[in-house]
């Protein structure tokens, strides 16, 4: 006599305790790379763990200055301990290779210049990078009011003449948008813009006065 409903179901459960030891092989296999990168990060010393860390911290510094924070940020994602990222960094600052009064004002100086952000777009900026308020306060007192209005004019005057040729509600609304992005306050902005407009009237009311047979 034969019991083929029986069999069937020793081989399902063959086949899945066949499938539950290979996840797990495949699971074992998965976890040994993220080990072994663990292990690489925690070396047996301390003085060891200070070295391959400063070796990283360095190596993200040759690319481009960063902020206290974020070399702090970058060594904890690589899994070095609380206590060795804060005795590098502590190191790093004493020796200058991290300076963020210096960096705060370099920021500064290149956002108004190649983005022409406001100051409190500037603000932002150095928050997001992890910049002390101390910092950031004296960057910014670096900006004068002229330098300023100096970068919003310029910002309109580009974004003015991309809109060319459409209606004046629509231009005036898409280049609120951009210097609202800029962190510019909505009356200084709405006033550049309102100058750079008549600006463009008058010259054009000034072409068209002209005898194209003088």
Do not use: C
Not at 23 to 47: F, G, I, K, L, W
């Amino acid at each position: 006599m034969s019991f083929p409903q029986g069999r069937s179901t020793t081989s399902r459960g063959g086949a899945r305790r066949r499938d539950t030891a290979s996840s797990a092989r495949d699971e074992d296999r998965a976890r040994a790379p993220r080990a072994q990168t663990n292990a690489e990060h925690a070396p047996a010393s301390r003085d060891e763990q200070l070295e391959a860390a400063r070796a990283v911290a360095l190596r993200m510094l040759t690319g481009a200055p960063r902020t206290r924070r974020q070399i702090t940020d970058g060594l904890g994602r690589r899994g070095y301990a609380d206590d060795v990222i804060e005795e590098l960094v502590e190191r790093l600052t004493d020796v200058g290779l991290i300076d963020d009064a210096e960096l705060a004002g370099m920021i500064a100086r290149s956002q108004l210049a190649e983005r022409s952000l406001s100051r409190r777009g500037i603000a932002a900026e150095l928050r997001r990078r992890g910049i002390e308020d101390d910092d950031a306060r004296a960057a910014l007192e670096e900006i004068d009011d002229d330098a300023e209005d100096a970068a919003l004019r310029e910002l309109v005057r580009k974004r003015l003449a991309r809109t060319a040729g459409l209606e004046r509600d629509v231009r005036v609304r898409r280049v609120m948008g951009v210097l609202a992005r800029k962190g510019y306050a909505p009356g200084p902005a709405l006033a550049a813009v309102s100058a750079e407009l008549g600006a463009e009237r008058d010259e054009l009311a000034s072409h068209d006065d002209v005898d194209p047979w003088d």
